[in-house]
């Protein structure tokens, strides 16, 4: 079956633009997480979505970071004002919650200049 | 604080070498689950095994083991006879439950190259 996927697979932006980072989960996975991974570092937790719900944003790093799941399926990780330090590669992982494994995407590279 | 900490930043072996890639964690719950993944130069996080903190069996899964010891904090992985497609970075990661949230609390990871 299909595994998570995340598009584009890079992107670069000029400092200051926003960008959008895509991700469609595992079909029928309720959980859906948002990690970023900086070079030589281990991924860090951002959000998580229990359906189309936030239910945990404490990881995102401030206020021009924001996560949308409308429907329950496909979330969006917007990044508003991009600086050079969010560049990194955004991973999103699906399950099926209540300590469940997360199953990851190939992630997205993003590079700011 | 819940923390994994993987003191080895990077080992290098030779083919059919066995090595073990050590992990220790913290955490103040008494239910959790700890997780090993392996990244490979593609860069995607590959699944290798999930063990909840009440199960302290060891694992075994063709050439890869797993030893969990709650009395030490520690879930320690080892490959036997390892290969060089075997090479990757190695992630230790602890799941929490706080407050209705489930992250993952990854380490460093350990990169492990294996020569032929």
């Known amino acids: 079956g299909a595994g998570v996927s995340q598009t584009p697979s890079n992107k670069v932006t000029e400092k200051g633009k926003y960008v959008e980072l895509r991700c469609d989960p595992i079909?029928?996975?309720?959980?859906l997480y948002w990690y970023r991974q900086s070079l030589g570092q281990g991924p860090e937790f951002l959000i998580y979505f229990q359906g189309t719900g936030a239910a945990d944003d404490s990881g995102l790093p401030n206020d021009r970071f924001f996560a949308v799941r409308p429907e329950g399926s496909v979330s969006t990780l917007k990044i508003q004002r991009t600086e050079r330090g969010d560049s990194a590669v955004y991973l999103c992982?699906?399950?099926?919650?209540?300590?469940?494994?997360?199953?990851f995407g190939p992630g997205t590279r993003l590079l700011v200049l | 604080a819940q923390k994994v900490t993987q003191a080895q930043t990077e080992i290098s072996v030779v083919e059919k070498e066995d090595v073990t890639l050590d992990c220790v964690y913290e955490t103040r719950d008494t239910t959790y689950y700890l997780f090993w993944y392996k990244q490979p130069p593609s860069g995607e996080l590959v699944f290798l095994i999930r063990r909840n903190s009440f199960d302290e069996q060891n694992e075994i899964s063709g050439r890869y083991s797993w030893n969990f010891q709650k009395s030490t904090s520690s879930f320690n992985f080892t490959i036997t006879a390892s290969q060089v497609v075997d090479s990757a970075v190695y992630f230790c990661a602890l799941s929490l439950t706080q407050g209705g949230s489930e992250k993952l609390v990854f380490g460093k990871g350990t990169k492990l190259t294996v020569n032929p």
């Open positions: 079909s029928g996975h309720t959980a």
């Open positions: 992982a699906s399950g099926l919650g209540s300590l469940e494994t997360q199953y």
